[in-house]
Nanobody, 119 residues
Framework: QVQLVESGGGLVQTGGSLRLSCAVTGTFFGVDTMGWYRWAPQKQRELVANVTKRGTEHYADFVKGRFTISRDDAKNMVYLQMNSLKPEDTAVYHC?????????????WGQGIRVTVSS
């Protein structure tokens, strides 16, 4: 059974930094696109950033220049380095990974990790 385990969230002041990590565990054949989404109160889910298997990165406009996504395929990990954090970055961040289980590629979600940026 595939599981995504996130870590690294917490409380930080405006302008601070956090690094989120997501570990993919279980039995699977491969990992495709890896990314991060966020849910803020009274807002829709937003794609923050993702990175393809070939290393192509995509960022939402509201994090460009501040956040950096990276992946370690040897460890089946994806990271999100968040710098210059703003109060509007406060949200629950979810790891999302497309996983090849041998039959199809399916999206899997982490349980979510809270990031709070105080003003």
């Amino acid at each position: 059974q595939v599981q995504l385990v996130e870590s690294g969230g917490g409380l930080v002041q405006t302008g601070g930094s956090l690094r989120l990590s997501c570990a993919v565990t279980g039995t699977f054949f491969g990992v495709d696109t890896m990314g991060w989404y966020r849910w803020a109160p009274q807002k829709q889910r937003e794609l923050v950033a993702n990175v393809t298997k070939r290393g192509t990165e995509h960022y939402a406009d509201f994090v460009k220049g501040r956040f950096t996504i990276s992946r370690d395929d040897a460890k089946n990990m994806v990271y999100l380095q968040m710098n210059s954090l703003k109060p509007e970055d406060t949200a629950v961040y979810h790891c999302n990974v497309e996983i090849w289980t041998g039959i199809i590629v399916s999206p899997y979600w982490g349980q979510g990790i809270r990031v709070t940026v105080s003003s």
